[in-house]
Antibody, heavy 120, light 107 residues
Framework: EVQLLESGGGLVQPGGSLTLSCAAS????????MCWVRQAPAKGLEWVSC????????FYADSVRGRFTISRDNSKNNVIVQMNILGVEDTAVYYC?????????????WGQGALVTVSS | EIVLTQSPATLSLSPGERATLSCRAS??????LAWYQQKPGQAPRLVIY???KRATGIPARFSGSGSGTDFTLTISSLDPEDFAVYYC?????????FGQGTRLESK
């Protein structure tokens, strides 16, 4: 059974930093691209970042490029997003999601989400 | 950036009725369009990928159609568990984008 479990959410002050982790199990982790998708309170879904299965390729939304860094450890089956210079607009539930199919497919599995609140 | 526009914003129907949700892209995405279902307090769930392929475990009453810029998600006969928010999403080009969602509510 595919499982994705996020951790690391919490309250952080504006300008601060936070790291989210996603532990994956139930599939061959290194063969799948992994992504982060966020959802601000009462808002829609917003794609944040993706990383290839090998970790060689990374992609970012303009809203987070230069502030967020995605990485993965295929030996530990986890993917991490380091978030710096956080602003109130980054407040959201952050979902870890797997991209299915052969390469860069749709988001076929999602974690339960980690809440990040940026507030003073 | 490809903008996805979903309509209607809210759809009020009764169980047993047919639901038709629309997603229009600002430029062609080929067939690289997916639909997700999200219920309150839950993560999204993949329903349809590549415009017309049902995801694992999705009932046959869900179907997707379209290509290029115009796509439709159809639920042939609504079950009470189908009332939720539905999002479309394109994977044709970066950045990946979602539509704003259609809320399917029970009348």
């Amino acid at each position: 059974e595919v499982q994705l479990l996020e951790s690391g959410g919490g309250l952080v002050q504006p300008g601060g930093s936070l790291t989210l982790s996603c532990a994956a199990s139930g599939f061959s982790f290194s063969t799948y691209a992994m992504c982060w998708v966020r959802q601000a309170p009462a808002k829609g879904l917003e794609w944040v970042s993706c990383i290839s299965g090998s970790g060689d390729y990374t992609f970012y939304a303009d809203s987070v490029r230069g502030r967020f860094t995605i990485s993965r450890d295929n030996s530990k089956n986890n993917v991490i997003v380091q978030m710096n210079i956080l602003g109130v607009e980054d407040t959201a539930v952050y979902y870890c999601a797997r991209r299915g199919g052969s390469g860069w497919g749709a988001f076929d599995y999602w974690g339960q989400g980690a809440l990040v609140t940026v507030s003073s | 950036e490809i903008v996805l526009t979903q309509s209607p914003a809210t759809l009020s129907l009764s169980p047993g009725e047919r639901a038709t949700l629309s997603c229009r892209a600002s430029q062609s995405v080929g067939n690289y369009l997916a639909w997700y279902q999200q219920k309150p307090g839950q993560a999204p769930r993949l329903v349809i990928y590549d415009a017309s392929k049902r995801a694992t475990g999705i009932p046959a009453r869900f179907s997707g159609s379209g290509s290029g810029t115009d796509f439709t998600l159809t639920i042939s006969s609504l079950d009470p568990e189908d009332f939720a928010v539905y999002y479309c999403q394109q994977r044709d080009s970066w950045p990946l984008t979602f539509g704003q969602g259609t809320r399917l509510e029970s009348k």
